[in-house]
């Protein structure tokens, strides 16, 4: 099999299974797939792209890549627009990431999904979005990177309103999808900056003048064009990524099944703007101002977005709001010029949120589909499996040393330390203390959900909408005292993706800190200039996983992780009367907290009431009163005036229109003779 033919069985598998699955297996067009066939084609199809991945990363490593078109899909003038593949290091190990999970998660939806009656359509959506996201990775121009943009875009709103007769799921996913446009905006405005003065849409020629766009201005301002153009893309990648403001889908995109979760926020969706940035980094270096407010940005939501799941009690909230903290980390990393310690991150976070999210489904099934964590306690003795999974998740997130997560954080927490980027000082602060507050949110649920008191049986307090005590118990009756069940472990094809997410949790930092980060892994898939020496200073310091490892445990952030430990085994094991006290005690803060800082109520009560008053305007004003009213009616009375006037002309009478004729002649001549004159 030849090269091509291997990426486009690699990125078109997924998309003819989801296709064959969506046409014939959900009613579309007949039901000839039954549930076994539609996972069977499924798994079978993302199978076949993981193991070409793996393949393809093997040819990389061995120096083997490729940059060529494919496909010529249109022609304006000389132009053309392309569809093509960039198959160098960092898209291999991103196909690897995105084709693996989804694998995983493939797997776990035929256990979580088994009775939901929209299980083919499911199958058909996250298959699709999985060949979306593979496409987007494997471009080789901004036109086919649009194109998986907002593919991943368009699909998300579907998983997310998967649910689409329950009104919370719809308002998620419209909400998703208008925050994202948002961004999306600001993402085609920087592709026609670099298109408009680099004359193409080819990655290879965009970089190669890259150069020659550092020294162009913007016109009208005294701003680099390149600052302009790069800020432009982060925008997109603030809509994609849940940076803030742009942060606010995220959390609710919850309403979707907990397969999808996983998948949106682990491997595909949120890491696509990380991707991009990387991907562009021939001309992010070349901006410092671009950096400096990527990494602000980034150190803003690793911090302050991941308190918010202190205060959650819903189990895949909390999770959430850890992926908004840990994406923040990725941007920080970015800003610092450190892209090779954000991809790596990115990876780790893939395995260990993919594992905590489908460990909280299975929990969610043990649960009954509850998911309040005041409802749970004690499940460890009654899901050895997803509790052991669970705390290898947890350690990995935290930063625990020798897990994946901790060379990765580790290392952007030292890279933003080493940053000479304008605003490192506020990114290494606010890393350095997100690692406290990580710990304290994970390890809440971790007690909350796995240890103490077993609160499924009975429940004496039967407010079920009241929200306001931080971490009480009783908040009202569980699915399992209205049923009288008892939790369970969840089948095999539900633990066998925890077990192998939890192996790679473990080992992967171990297997890939080295290589990624030292060994030259991404050779000219990602240029970092002498002037930003972070990734230099990170060099200088290595002395292999192991010695890194054990020097983690004498560190500050290690110290921070067990103060986060320590913190969430006295509030919610041994003491938990002590956050209802100190939610009383700061109510302000609490109450801002629960309310998220108030970027839902901003947006529901400023801007999108601007929106619609903007809306009705332009409908009242410019479609009534100027389109229709002026020229669309206005013009249709104007020709009714004129014809009434010329009516009066005609008279029928010979004598009438001998005379206009006489009066014509003497205006003619009186003209004639002030000419001649």
């Known amino acids: 099999m030849s090269a091509q033919s291997l990426y486009l069985l690699i990125a078109l598998a997924p998309l003819f299974t989801a296709v064959v699955v969506g046409f014939f297996g959900t009613g579309f067009m007949g039901s000839w797939i039954g549930r076994r066939g539609s996972h069977t084609l499924t798994i079978l199809g993302v199978l076949v792209s993981f193991v070409g991945s793996l393949v393809v990363l093997q040819q990389t490593l061995a120096g083997q890549t490729f940059d060529g078109t494919i496909y010529t899909w249109s022609m304006i003038g000389t132009f053309k627009y392309e569809v093509g593949f960039l198959i160098d290091p960092l898209s291999a190990l991103m196909m690897v990431v995105v084709s693996g999970v ?93 298109y408009a003065y680099a004359g193409s849409l080819n990655y290879g020629e965009v970089f190669a003048q890259a150069d020659k766009l550092g020294g162009i201005v913007f016109p009208g301002t005294d701003w680099q064009m390149l600052t302009v153009a790069c800020l432009c893309l982060f925008v997109g990648a603030m809509g994609k990524s849940a940076q803030a403001p742009l942060h606010v889908w995220l959390p609710d995109s919850m309403e979707g099944p907990t397969p999808i979760s996983a998948l949106i926020h682990a491997a595909t969706m949120v890491t696509a703007g990380i991707f991009m940035v990387a991907r562009f980094s021939p001309v992010y270096e070349l901006s410092e101002t671009a950096l400096s407010v990527i990494m602000v940005i980034g150190a803003f939501g690793a911090f302050f977005l991941g308190i918010l799941g202190v205060v959650q009690n819903d189990i895949k909230r909390v999770v959430a709001y850890s992926t908004l903290s840990q994406l923040g980390y990725m941007v920080v990393a970015l800003g610092a010029s450190a892209y090779s310690v954000a991809i790596f991150h990115l990876m780790t976070h893939a395995f260990f949120k993919a594992l905590l999210f489908l460990g909280s489904g299975s929990v969610i099934m043990g649960m009954l589909h509850d998911q309040d964590m005041r409802h749970m306690g004690g499940l460890w003795k009654r899901m050895p499996i997803t509790w052991i999974t669970m705390l290898i998740g947890t350690l990995a997130l935290v930063g625990t040393p020798f897990f994946s997560g901790f060379y990765s954080k580790e290392s952007i927490i030292s890279a933003a330390h080493a940053a000479n980027i304008p605003g490192a000082g506020f990114a290494y602060a606010l890393t350095l203390s997100g690692v406290f507050v990580t710990s304290l949110y994970s390890f809440r649920l971790y007690f909350l959900v796995f240890h103490g008191k077993e609160r499924y049986p009975d429940h004496v307090d039967h407010d079920h909408s009241h929200d306001s005590h931080w971490a009480s118990y009783g908040d009202g009756p569980s699915i399992h005292a209205l049923h009288g069940a008892k939790p369970k472990e969840s089948p095999w094809v539900v633990t066998l993706p925890l077990s192998i997410l939890a192996f790679m949790s473990v080992v992967a930092g171990v297997w890939f800190v080295d290589p990624l980060l030292f060994g030259g892994f991404f050779g000219k898939s990602i240029t970092v200039l002498a002037q930003h020496p972070a990734m230099a200073a990170l060099a200088e310091e290595w002395h292999g996983w192991v010695g890194f490892g054990i020097h983690g445990l004498t560190a500050l952030p290690f110290l921070l992780l067990l103060a986060g430990f320590v913190v969430a085994w006295y509030c919610w094991l041994v003491n938990p009367a002590v956050p209802a006290a100190l939610a009383r005690a700061f109510k302000p803060v609490y109450d801002t907290l629960l309310n998220k800082y108030y970027f839902d109520w901003f947006n529901e009560r400023v801007v999108a009431r601007f929106a619609r008053g903007l809306g009705r305007g332009l409908w009242q004003g410019g479609d009534r009163g100027i389109i229709d009213g002026i020229i669309v009616n206005g013009s249709a009375r104007m020709v009714g005036v004129a014809a009434a006037t010329t009516r009066l002309l005609q008279s029928g009478y010979i004598y009438h229109y001998a005379f206009a004729m006489i009066i014509g002649i003497m205006v003619f001549l009186t003209f004639f003779v002030l000419m001649v004159h």
Do not use: C
Not at 137 to 144: F, K, R, Y
Not at 151 to 166: D, M, Q, R, T
Not at 172 to 194: E, P, Q, S, W, Y
């Open 102 to 194: 989804s694998l995983m998660v493939h797997i776990y939806t035929i256990g979580y999904m088994a009775e939901d009656p929209g299980y083919n359509r499911f199958f058909s959506y996250i298959s699709l979005f999985t060949f979306s996201m593979l496409m987007l990775v494997m471009a080789n121009n901004m036109l086919q990177l649009f194109f998986g943009w907002e593919a991943v875009g368009l699909v998300s709103y579907l998983l997310i309103g998967f649910y689409y007769s329950k009104p919370s799921a719809v308002f998620a996913n419209l909400k998703a999808f208008m925050v994202n446009r948002v961004g999306d905006f600001g993402f085609v405005l920087g592709i026609g900056l670099l």
